[in-house]
C-alpha cells in the first residue's frame, strides 16, 4: 500500500512539474516549431490571388523609395484600362498618410482609385500601453492604439480601407491574423484582407464566409504559400510602362506591396521559419484562407494544461517499475497518439499545442528507463549482500536473474538436501588454549567446510558455534542436488585429514568432523522481520539433518534412507538401521553411513 502511494505520488508531482513548465511559456518557442511543422503544408494556388512587387527592379528604375503617388496611380490604372478585363480588387499594402509635396500626384491617385471603385488602401495602428478609464476605475491596457495612421483625406474618399498590421508572435513567427483594429477615429477597421475579400466576393455575387472566431482579436493563420508563392516576377514597373497585358489579371485580387530586402516588411511565417515572407504575401495567404473558410481555432488553454497533466499523471504511474518493452509502447502510444489526435483536431479545426504531450513522454520515458536500471542495479547490490557470501557464484548468477523477489519476506515449500557437519572435540581442545589460537582454529575448519560447500554449489546457511549449515536445490533449484550435498560431506571429511595432522603437530591433539545430510520438504525463503530476515530453510528435514549430524562420530557421514536411494549404486554405504535414536522421529527411521562415493 505505501509502495502505491509513493507512485502516485510521484507522478502527481511528475505531472504538476510538466504542467507548471508549460503553463509558464517555456515551451512556446519549441512547441511553435513543432506544430508548425505539423500543421502548415504548403498547397499550390489557384492564381486568384497574385501579387505585383515594389521590387528591386523598380527601385533600380525609379529610386529609392518613398516614390512619387503618381506611380501606384499610373499602376492602379493600367490595371483598370480595359473595363472588360479589370481586376476584381487592388489591394495596395502601403500607407500613404498625410497630403505629398505634389498635390496633383495626390489628387491623380485618389482619382485614379474613385475611377477604379475596386481599390482597398491601407491603414495601420500603433499599439502600445496606457492607463484607461473606465467609469470611475483606472487600468493598464497593453494593447492600446497609440497612434492611428490612414490614408489622406481624399484618398480615404476614393477607397476602401482596411489595416495592414502585422503582428508576430513571441518567438517572430507569423502565426496569427488581427481581424480589426480599434481605430480612435474611425471605430472597427477590417483587416485589407478581410475587405478585399469581401470585395471579390461582391464583384463576383456570392456570400463572403463568416469571419473567423478570435482570440483577443486574432485568428490562427492556415498558410497555402511561402515566400514567392503569389508572385510571378510581375513588377510595380511593369504596369507603369505597359509591359503586361492587363487581361492577365483579370477577375483577380492583385495585390501591390513592397518586394525587396530593407523595407522593414519582411517577415518569418509558420510555413517556412527560413525564408522571407513579404508582408504583402501576408495578405495574400490571408486572403485565400478567407476563401476557403478554414480556420481553425486554438483549443482552450487550460483545457490543454489539464489534459498535460491527466496524460503525465497516468503515464508516470504505469512507468514506475514496469520493463522494457511495455514503457516503450507506452511511450509511443503516447507520444505517437498525442500527434495523431493533434492532426485529426487540426482538420477538424482544433489547433493543440503538438508539442506538450509527446515531449513529456519523452522525458519520462527515460526517466522511468533510468530510475528502473538505478533500481535493478540496486537490487541486483542488495541480491549479492543477501547471498553473496554464502551461495556459490554459479547459483547467484541465476539468482540474479530474481532481482526483488529473492529479497521479499516469507519462504515457500521445496525439496532440499540439508548438511549439518559439527567439529568433534573442540570444546576439549579450546579449554587448553589461549583465544586467538581457538579462533585461529575455528576459522580454519570453517573456512574448510565453507570451500566444500561452494565448491559444490550449494547455499551456506549459517554458522552456529563450530556448526556449519548448508543446503542444495535453493534458491534455484539444482540438477541431482543429494549427490552435490554428499560430494561436500566427502570433500569435508577428506580435508579434515590435513588439518588434523596440522594441529596434531602443533598442538598434539586433533579433531574431526561429524556430518549429517538428509532429503525432503522444508520451508526455504527470507525468515524474520522486514529490518532483519535470514534467508534459511526450517522444517522436519533439517531438524532430522541436525540430528544425523549430532550423532554421527567424528569422520563420519550419516544419511538417512532418502538420501541413500536417491544415490542408489553411486555410494557405498552401510546401514546402522534404527539403532540409533533420533529425538523426534518414531521407530523404525533407518540411519546409514556414507562410506564411498564415486566420482
Known sequence: MQQLIRRILTALLAAAVFTIIAAIGILEVPDGVVSDACYQ?????????????????????????????????????????????RPAVIAVDTLYVGESADPAADAYLAAACANGGNVVVGAAATYGSAIVQTGEDFHLDTRSVLAWDEPYEALYEAADIGHI????????IIRHGLLSVESPERGTVLSMARVAYEKYCETQGITPKPVPDTIGGFFYIPFTARGGGYYDNVS?????????DPSYFAGKIVLIGPYAAGMQDEYRTSLDHAVTTYGVEIQA?????????FFPKEAGRKLQLLLLFVISFLLALFLVERKIWPSVAAWLIAAGGWILLCLGCYRAGIVLHVLWVPLAATILFIAAVAYNYIRSLVEKRRVENTFGHYVDP???????????????????????????????????????????????????????????????????????????????????????????????????????????EELMQRFGRTVDFGIGVNWGP????????PRRMDYTAIGDTVNTAARL??????????????????????AKTTSLGDTIKLKGKAEGFEILTLDELKR
Open 165 to 172: 498590421n502585422a503582428m508576430p508572435d513571441g518567438d517572430g
Open 41 to 85: 503544408q504548403e498547397q499550390a494556388t489557384d492564381g486568384t490571388v497574385v501579387v505585383v512587387g515594389m521590387d528591386e527592379r523598380a527601385i533600380d528604375e525609379l529610386g529609392p523609395m518613398p516614390w512619387n503617388r503618381s506611380v501606384m496611380a499610373d499602376a492602379i490604372s493600367y490595371l483598370n484600362s480595359d473595363p472588360e478585363n
Open 394 to 500: 554459479a547459483v547467484m548468477k541465476e539468482l540474479m536473474s530474481g532481482g526483488r523477489a529473492a529479497l521479499e519476506l516469507g519462504g515457500k515449500l521445496t525439496n532440499i538436501a540439508v548438511l549439518f557437519v559439527d567439529v568433534r572435540g573442540f570444546t576439549t581442545m579450546s579449554e587448553s588454549l589461549d583465544p586467538p589460537t581457538v579462533v585461529e582454529i575455528i576459522n580454519r575448519y570453517l573456512t574448510l567446510t565453507t570451500d566444500c560447500i561452494m565448491k559444490n554449489h550449494g547455499t551456506l546457511d549459517k554458522f552456529v558455534g563450530d556448526c556449519t549449515m548448508a543446503f542444495w536445490n535453493a534458491p534455484v533449484e539444482q540438477e541431482d542436488p543429494v549427490y552435490l550435498a554428499c560430494c561436500a560431506a566427502m570433500d569435508m571429511v577428506e580435508g579434515s585429514k590435513a588439518v588434523g
Open 285 to 293: 495567404n490571408i486572403i485565400d484562407a478567407f476563401r476557403a473558410g
Open 236 to 244: 510595380i514597373i511593369d504596369l507603369v510602362y505597359g509591359e503586361v
Open 549 to 570: 549430524e549430532a550423532n554421527a562420530p567424528g569422520a563420519t557421514v550419516f544419511i538417512s534412507r532418502a538420501v541413500a536411494d536417491i544415490l542408489g549404486d553411486r
Open 522 to 529: 522444508a520451508v526455504v525463503g527470507n525468515i524474520g522481520a
